[in-house]
């Protein structure tokens, strides 16, 4: 990565508070939307967001590319060669700022901006018409002019609101997806442009999964990616697996053990029996395969990607008297940045815990997972026992905070 000072591309300007509206489907109704191109075919809303500001300026979005916690990378191009065009770098960046970095034809990207600065939760929840068990994260890009991460297509759904500045788009139905095996990032080694647009600030694409596409920044420019969740089955049964070994095997009594007191003589003894088979089938489908197994499963895996490293309980906290009587003070109970929450029947899961409720702590935190804050004083008379307890498990363990 050469350093060449002072070539920046022009500032853009400080990130403007935009107020989100409570649709982003230009009038469309979630119904229709979900109906005629929810994973069917690609949709342009002008003036989605209007005059959307973004949550977070350049010089800050570089710095958060400086912490640990961030997953970020940098992407070069260099359109003048034709091997070796593209560099890619992965973050943490120490010190790095606009001055280091070429005039043109670079991006920066960071993942699951949500978890790290405020606002990024309040843009999600604009796209609450589709479930919150399949919102992946909120990625953001900053590009120079000419920035690009090349021709791709993914396999999720997403959404690109495009922030300050301007950018091209380009998509394709192709079927050829051969990737260039020279570059350094995932990119296409033909791209066959079907229709474009430009979308300037407050416009957003829709993209249903493997619609090829392609975006130049035509000035310094911000986009704001809304993923979502796309496991591959691959992925599902790994998880489940692990979570089957991990969890229920722990739950299940040792004094359970395979018997066969209808043992027949088999003629072969070199042979794997039908009965033993049906047998151990009868005991793994009885475990592994009802529904609430399968609903606990999701609520852990979908609400516990983040490392534990991400949370950070109060150096001194709070007794559960003590913690008892802040909440009825004025103040606020606040989700951390990191914190997924979701429910199911009278569970509710928060980063990979699975919890049993009340339906006064459902309530509550249904509507702390919504709003990600509800407002204190909290009377006791609505706080039961279980759920005071709850609430102050998830404080000490830094899931929320007071203020």
């Known amino acids: ?6 070539a920046a591309s022009a500032l853009l300007p400080a990130a403007a508070v935009t107020q989100i509206p409570a649709s982003v ?9 979900l109906r005629d191109y929810w994973q ?4 342009l809303i002008r003036q989605a967001v209007p005059g959307f500001g973004g949550i977070i300026d350049r010089d800050d979005f570089l710095a958060l590319a400086t912490r640990e916690d961030a997953t970020s990378r940098l992407v070069i191009q260099h359109p003048q060669l034709r091997k070796g065009r593209w560099e890619r770098h ?17 991006t920066m990207l960071i993942h699951g901006l949500e978890s790290l600065i405020p606002g990024g939760w309040e843009l999600l929840r604009a796209f609450s018409f589709v479930p919150w068990a399949r919102v992946d994260d909120l990625m953001v890009s900053y590009a120079a002019e000419g920035g690009t991460v090349g021709p791709h297509d993914d396999d999720y759904d997403v959404f690109l609101l495009q922030g300050p500045g301007r950018r091209r788009w380009q998509i394709s139905h192709q079927a050829d997806r051969t990737l260039d095996s020279d570059a350094a990032i995932k990119v296409l080694k033909h791209f066959e442009c079907e ?9 957003m694409l829709y993209l249903p999964p493997g619609v090829a596409h392609w975006g130049v920044a035509e000035t310094p420019c911000f986009t704001y990616s809304i993923g979502f969740l796309a496991p591959s089955h691959r992925e599902l049964v790994q998880n489940y697996l692990g979570y089957l070994g991990d969890v229920l095997s722990a739950e299940l009594s040792p004094s359970l053990r395979y018997s066969d007191p209808d043992l027949h003589l088999q003629k072969d003894p070199l042979r794997i029996g039908d009965a033993m088979v049906e047998k151990v089938s009868q005991v793994l489908q009885g475990i592994a395969f009802q529904k609430a197994t399968v609903g606990e499963f999701l609520g852990r895996y979908l609400t516990g990607r983040q490392p534990a490293s991400a949370f950070c309980g109060p150096r001194r906290p709070l007794a559960l008297p003590l913690f008892a009587k802040r909440l009825q003070q004025p103040g606020h109970l606040q989700l951390a940045l990191p914190s997924r929450g979701l429910v199911r029947g009278k569970q509710l899961f928060l980063n990979g815990e699975a919890h049993s409720s009340t339906p006064l ?5 249904s509507a702390l997972c919504q709003d990600r804050s509800v407002s204190l004083p909290q009377p006791l008379d609505k706080l039961d026992e279980p759920t005071l307890a709850l609430l102050h498990g998830f404080y000490t363990a830094g899931y929320l905070h007071l203020t």
């Open 361 to 365: 702590g459902l309530k509550l935190f």
């Open 1 to 6: 990565m050469d350093a060449t000072e002072g």
């Open 40 to 43: 069917k075919r690609p949709l």
């Open 90 to 106: 992965d973050g943490p960046f120490a010190g790095i700022d606009a001055s280091m970095l070429p005039s043109s034809h670079w």
């Open 25 to 33: 489907l230009g009038g469309m109704s979630a119904a229709v939307f």
């Open 195 to 203: 229709a474009e647009w430009v979308l300037e600030p407050g416009d």
